[in-house]
């Protein structure tokens, strides 16, 4: 499983560069959070105001061992502005994988782009 924590404005350049890769199906969630940055200090109604959780959007998708380094060089790529709060990626083993429809397993349940355009 890889797991991405990005900017918000980084969401459709990953998407569409992970399906340029091959690799379909993902799951998108906002989330919040900070990292080195420790937050964002602006002004509101002429106060300081910090925000010390800031929008992100987690991306998960699994895909087979053969593609990982592929998947993580994609991402980082699509999602790389050059600024601190870019985020992060993880690479995270999966014992077991069922496709619940058809109850396949492992590499099998794990869709490909070709099933994808076939609808499977």
Do not use: H
């Not at 937050?39 to 998960?60: D, M, P, S, V, W």
């Amino acid at each position: 499983m890889i797991e991405a924590i990005i900017q918000p404005d980084k969401l459709e350049d990953v998407k569409e560069a992970l399906l340029k890769a091959g690799i379909v199906g993902m799951t998108v969630t906002e989330v919040r959070g900070f990292g080195r940055q420790k937050g964002q200090t602006t002004l509101y109604r002429g106060a300081k105001y910090t925000a010390q959780f800031l929008n992100k959007i987690k991306i998960e998708t699994v895909v087979s061992d053969e593609m990982t380094d592929e998947a993580v060089a994609v991402i980082v790529q699509a999602a790389r502005k050059g600024d601190y709060g870019d985020g992060k990626v993880f690479v995270i083993p999966v014992g077991r994988v069922v496709r619940i429809r058809t109850g396949e397993q492992n590499d099998l349940a794990i869709a490909s782009a070709e099933e994808a355009k076939l609808g499977l």
